[in-house]
Structure formats: structure tokens, C-alpha cells
T-cell receptor
Framework: NAGVTQTPKFQVLKTGQSMTLQCAQD?????MYWYRQDPGMGLRLIYY???????DKGEVPNGYNVSRLNKREFSLRLESAAPSQTSVYFC???????????FGPGTRLTVT | SQKIEQNSEALNIQEGKTATLTCNYT??????LQWYRQDPGRGPVFLLL?????KEKRKERLKVTFDTTLKQSLFHITASQPADSATYLC????????????FGTGTKLQVIP
């Protein structure tokens, strides 16, 4: 039981490049989330998916897109990376909306 | 707007003492509150959930209280150990639904041997 896995662990991009962060969970959870964590700002929700086939914007969605590929996988795409997107990105999942969230190990992204 | 406040300054405490961390919130009435632990370089790990109709909840050396009048939750670690050193985050559901929670910025706890 791997829980929530994320790839890659680290990434360096140049401004304007694109990339997709991958997330998968093996706990049969309905809800999945993408957060970014910056010093002094805490965790901020980018997008979430309440169930397979649905996605919704969170607090800071600009510059990102998501895909809920199936129940297990939820990807986050940066179409044109900007230095302001330098952050640590966490994927999380939960069985029900009020349930505890299980987090992945994070992706540390640097945009130069 | 909704706001969650956790003491941004680190809390240093002697091993064996009780650590008490505070989570204050304003401008809404959450149905529940969660506490997470985060170690450096890792994702947060869920510890406890307390509902609005529960005054107190315990799990091993952890105790959480929830005062909806004061709009405050206290998180206690009794008989603290160096292994308890981490950042502790509180999280509350956003108003209008359970689908999203807002996390506080966390308080860093350092337990000194």
C-alpha cells in the first residue's frame, strides 16, 4: 500500500516551459487535491476533484490546469511556468470530504 | 474573510513537559477542525479531528480542545519527546461546504532533550 505517490520529486524549469506533475493514490479515495506550500503562506489549495470526472478551482488556480484521469490519478499541469510558481507542490486524497487527507511526499519545483 | 492564525514563532519546550499549540480562527463557524504534523521535506500527516459538538478529544499523548465561543482550538502534547519536534498545522473547512479545508501556516515545535 503506497498511499499517495508523486512524481517527480524535484524539477527545475526555465520560464515559459511546461510540465505535468503526476499524482496517484491506491486507497480508493474519491477526493483528490493539489496544494502549493510557500514559506510563511502555508498550504494553499490549487485545484481539487471531489470525484472522478469532476474538478474545481481552489484558492490559487491561475496558471495551472488539472486532469482527473481516473479514480486513482490526478495530474497538475503548468502550461507556461513562471518564477512565481517556484514552490513545493503536494497532492492529497481523502475518502470523504471531511475525512483526513493523506498527502504525498511533495514535488519541489524551481522556475528560473 | 475567513482567517486562521497559528503562532508563527517556534515553540521551544523541555523534554517531558506539555506542549500547547494554539489555533485561532475568525469569521466563520466550522463544523470540525483537524490537526496535522509536518516534518521537514515531507507532506503533512493527519493526527486528530474534533467536531464542533466535542469539547475535547484524546489520542495517546495528544489532546485537542475546541472552543467555538472563543473560536479557538488548543493542541496539547503531554510528556513531550524530541521525536515530537515538527511543525503542527490546523485545518478548518471553508464555509459553504466540506469539500475544501483551509490550513493554518503552522507552529514549529522544538522539544529540547
Amino acid at each position: 500500500n503506497a498511499g499517495v505517490t508523486q512524481t517527480p520529486k524535484f524539477q527545475v524549469l526555465k520560464t515559459g516551459q511546461s510540465m505535468t506533475l503526476q499524482c496517484a493514490q491506491d486507497m480508493n479515495h474519491n477526493s483528490m487535491y493539489w496544494y502549493r506550500q510557500d514559506p510563511g503562506m502555508g498550504l494553499r489549495l490549487i485545484y481539487y476533484s471531489a470525484s472522478e470526472g469532476t474538478t474545481d478551482k481552489g484558492e490559487v488556480p491561475n496558471g495551472y490546469n488539472v486532469s482527473r484521469l481516473n479514480k486513482r490519478e490526478f495530474s497538475l499541469r503548468l502550461e507556461s511556468a513562471a518564477p512565481s510558481q517556484t514552490s513545493v507542490y503536494f497532492c492529497a486524497s481523502s475518502g470523504r470530504a471531511e475525512d483526513e487527507q493523506y498527502f504525498g511526499p511533495g514535488t519541489r519545483l524551481t522556475v528560473t | 474573510s475567513q482567517k486562521i492564525e497559528q503562532n508563527s514563532e517556534a515553540l521551544n519546550i523541555q523534554e517531558g513537559k506539555t506542549a500547547t499549540l494554539t489555533c485561532n480562527y475568525t469569521n466563520y463557524s466550522p463544523a470540525y477542525l483537524q490537526w496535522y504534523r509536518q516534518d521537514p521535506g515531507r507532506g503533512p500527516v493527519f493526527l486528530l479531528l474534533i467536531r464542533e459538538n466535542e469539547k475535547e478529544k484524546r489520542k495517546e499523548r495528544l489532546k485537542v480542545t475546541f472552543d467555538t465561543t472563543l473560536k479557538q482550538s488548543l493542541f496539547h502534547i503531554t510528556a513531550s519527546q524530541p521525536a515530537d519536534s515538527a511543525t503542527y498545522l490546523c485545518a478548518l473547512p471553508r464555509s459553504g461546504g466540506y469539500q475544501k479545508v483551509t490550513f493554518g501556516t503552522g507552529t514549529k515545535l522544538q522539544v529540547i532533550p
